[in-house]
């Protein structure tokens, strides 16, 4: 997250966010402007912070609707919700996402409950939802969803009408700046939901690929080999529905070691457990929750947060003694571990811990970053390695085929052999095709080898050690400079 979340956010700052673009500016939403805001005030954990202080909003609304609507566990509602390993990678990066999760799902649940709403209460919902649509438009069917249920209580023409405006009003407001920076950008302000430019059709294609295609889990080996490599069409729907039970089955436990923090968890067992019989038209709005996740095309775990936080404000964590059992070993083993790195970030925002020796144990990259800052202070670095963030001099090279398609004079525009190249050639293939298509020096040389682990946290030491076919994931990557 910190290739783009904030150096993006810094960018703003810095005056140069139109330069040197990369593909990050396409999904560009408030979440940068709100990290630009906040680097200003010298505070880079924002993310974190917001998601830790929505965790204490989830509590307090679960306790309010156990007391008024007689509905959930309360306070004890937490550890079903903490239970969850997902959250141990939530809370520690640099994502806005509690909180429109959060906003849309407890509006819908308000909504379901309340049969009269004040107008004033319409509105703030409406205008709610209508940022989280700017956030992430993932958040789009759970706006209709909101919308429907307040035309359920709306009688009045007039209201509606009035609800209609704000909507469109809301959205032209919202999405303003959006529009502005991604017309000037790629000549094309709705991308990449839909694009109005002809010109980007051909590379869009490709990068849609990217941008939807992976779940980022061991589900993407089974797409990749199994599915798109089968011939016959029983085959393909065999395997198709092979995909989909492990899709259901990777929320609940971890389909290889490395996927454990992308699980949901023991807590979403309570989908099954609800009293269907008690909620009406329950079950209806559990299927829409689920429907919104099938609509992106996309089974990446987070987009199923909103469902894990709608089962958690019915579920019942008393009545079933097994499973509230396992549910608190669970909450235990990770808020232990939400504690630790709570702590330790808490200690480095306050400077009784300086983050530059932290840093280099969280993120391996940093200590290569930090050296080249030093030693090759006034170079300007070409690098395929993507942590921008702690790169002082930069020209980001990421998927350089198909950004050349876009800006196809984009790195002959920025020649100058003055500059270094930092290549990855596990990413992007030999060094020698990128140099020999956008330079006119064709000679390099070696001068610094680096090799680094690019997993957060290094958890792959310890994954290696439990299943020993676990790749490592360590990147040997060297820095060049032109000889001429």
């Known amino acids: ?26 999904t560009i939403s408030s979440e940068e402007f709100l990290n630009s805001f906040f680097l200003n005030l010298k505070f880079e954990n924002i993310s974190g912070v917001s998601n830790s202080i929505y965790l204490i909003f989830i509590l307090i609304s679960n306790i309010y609707l156990l007391n008024k609507y007689k509905v959930g566990s309360g306070f004890t509602s937490i550890i079903i919700l903490l239970s969850s390993p997902y959250f141990f990678q939530l809370l520690s990066s640099q994502k806005f996402y509690l909180l429109p999760c959060y906003i ?59 609800i209609i405006f704000l909507c469109f ?46 779940n980022m889990d061991a589900t993407d080996s089974i797409y990749r080999n199994d599915i798109e490599t089968e011939s016959t069409l029983i085959g393909w729907l065999l395997n198709k529905i092979k995909l989909y039970l492990m899709i259901i089955a990777k929320l609940f436990f971890p389909l290889r070691p490395s996927d454990l923090f992308k699980t949901i968890g023991i807590g979403l067992i309570y989908l099954f457990l609800i009293d269907y019989k008690k909620y009406n038209n329950l079950k209806y709005l559990i299927i829409s929750f689920i429907l919104a996740v099938v609509l992106i095309d996309n089974y990446q775990t987070r987009w199923f947060l909103p469902l894990f936080l709608l089962v958690i404000i019915f579920a019942e964590i008393n ?30 925002n ?21 050296q080249i800052n030093l030693k090759y202070k006034n170079k300007n670095i070409y690098t395929s390695m993507n942590y921008f963030y702690f790169l002082d001099n930069y020209i980001p090279i990421y998927y350089p085929d198909i950004f050349l398609k ?18 990855d050639e596990g990413r992007y293939g030999n060094i020698q095709k ?8 064709k000679k390099l040389e070696i001068i610094e080898n680096y090799e680094y682990n690019s997993r957060r946290f290094k958890w792959n030491r310890l994954i290696k050690f439990i299943d020993p076919k676990t790749q490592l994931n360590d990147k040997k990557i060297k820095l060049y400079r032109f000889n001429c």
């Open 319 to 348: 009545k079933f003694k097994l499973i509230k059992i396992i549910t608190f070993i669970s909450f235990f083993c990770v808020s232990s571990a939400v504690i630790t790195i709570g702590i330790f970030s808490f200690l480095i």
């Open 1 to 26: 997250a910190i290739r783009y979340h904030l150096e993006i956010g810094r960018k703003i700052n810095q005056d140069t966010f139109y330069n040197y673009i990369w593909f990050d500016y396409i």
């Open 169 to 214: 009003f809301g959205f032209f407001i919202f999405y303003f700046p959006i529009f502005v920076v991604k017309n000037n950008i790629f000549g094309d302000p709705f991308i990449p939901y839909f694009s109005l430019n002809s010109e980007n059709t051909l590379w869009l294609k490709e990068y849609y690929f990217w941008l939807k295609d992976f």
């Open 434 to 441: 990128f140099v020999n298509d956008n330079f006119r020096c």
């Open 350 to 370: 306050t400077s009784v811990i300086n983050k530059k020796s932290v840093y280099p144990q969280i993120i391996d990259a940093y200590r290569i970053t930090d």
């Open 104 to 162: 849309v799902t407890y509006s819908i649940v308000y909504l379901y409950f309340e049969k009269k709403i004040l107008l004033s209460f319409k509105i703030i919902i409406i205008i709610l939802n209508l940022f989280c649509v700017i956030t992430k438009p993932i958040f789009l069917p759970y706006f209709l969803i909101s919308l429907f249920l307040i035309f359920r209580v709306t009688k009045e023409l007039s209201q509606r009408f009035k």
């Open 406 to 423: 876009f800006k196809k004079d984009y790195y002959k525009s920025n020649n100058n052999e003055e500059n270094l190249i930092l290549w």
